[in-house]
């Protein structure tokens, strides 16, 4: 079994246990039933100002329910990306930006909330993929049926700001893109631009209904570091085929007989198998043997 498959096990204790997630059950002789309502004792609901959930669907519907979903692909991601050496994040993630950049990386997840010193319950950025080194920040935004849009540029300029705040200012920044195959050719009118090229009046052309306050503020109070990031990002559009077909050529160039190549082809192999596993949604072909994309050496 692919490491993937072992994620998918941790699911399946999960749902079969909810405790586990802090969720407790309340048996059935508990339960008064009146007609077509069923009401609980009160002081078995731990919230009772919040929402009461009911599982909606049975768990070999769930699991094709999540095949889909952008989030559970983002846990991979990260997952691959976390353990993955440099050499891998640079090739894969910096080289279609054009970056020379060779690490180390560190990989931010959900911790950017403390590291910037935001409140418990902020939630503003919900980045995909945030790689940090001593001279570079490098951001990563999966779609897969979604479109993309200006403001989720925005979000990977603010975080800059505030990785550049909390360090200090870097070399190289990126921004790329990974998309379904058809949403490439649309890819920059989506997000408001011409090209890979961004202008320093596009911050001025975001939509203020679909940026978190915090956002607002930041780029109202320090436009000097707004122009600085904008002049320094490179952005960088790859589709799901031609990443997965990267992912192929480095297994392929892993010899089976050293040990670091053998955890390194199970971990791209273990990604690989997920992204096949998204064929429903486009993501990629039935085989990519007959797709390859060359990665330059």
Avoid at 1 to 6: C, D, F, H, I, R
Avoid at 91 to 114: I, K, N, Q
Avoid at 289 to 294: R, S
Wanted: hydrophobic residues 35%.
């Amino acid at each position: 079994m692919a490491w993937n498959g072992k994620y998918w096990d941790i699911v399946s204790n999960l749902y079969w246990t909810p405790r586990y997630l802090g969720l407790q059950s309340i048996s059935r002789s508990k339960w008064r039933v009146d007609g077509e309502w069923i009401s609980v004792p009160k002081g078995l609901v731990t919230n009772s100002s919040g929402p009461l959930y009911v599982r909606s669907r049975k768990f070999d519907e769930l699991t094709t329910y999540l095949h889909g979903q952008e989030e559970i692909l983002n846990h991979l991601f990260n997952l691959l990306f976390s353990i993955a050496g440099d050499a891998v994040i640079s090739r894969l993630l910096c080289h279609p930006l054009g970056l020379a950049e060779t690490g180390p990386f560190e990989s931010l997840g959900r911790e950017v909330g403390s590291r910037y010193g935001w409140r418990e319950s902020e939630n503003v950025t919900q980045q995909d993929g945030l790689f940090v080194s001593t001279s570079s920040v490098v951001g990563v935004e999966l779609k897969l049926e979604s479109t993309s849009w200006p403001e989720q540029i925005a979000k990977y300029i603010a975080l800059m700001i505030w990785e550049e705040t909390f360090s200090h200012q870097r070399e190289h920044l990126g921004l790329l893109f990974i998309v379904p195959e058809s949403a490439v050719s649309e890819h920059w009118s989506n997000v408001g631009l011409s090209g890979s090229t961004i202008d320093e009046s596009f911050v001025s052309r975001l939509d203020p209904e679909r940026l978190p306050k915090k956002i607002q503020t930041l780029f109202e109070t320090h436009p000097d570091q707004v122009r600085s990031v904008l002049r320094r990002i490179r952005l960088g559009v790859i589709s799901w085929t031609n990443f997965a077909a990267q992912i192929t050529e480095i297994e392929r160039e892993l010899d089976p007989n050293r040990p670091g190549d053998q955890t390194l082809q199970r971990l791209l192999a273990g990604f690989r198998d997920q992204l096949e596993r998204h064929q429903k949604t486009g993501l990629v072909p039935a085989s990519l043997d007959d797709d390859l994309v060359p990665v330059p050496r």
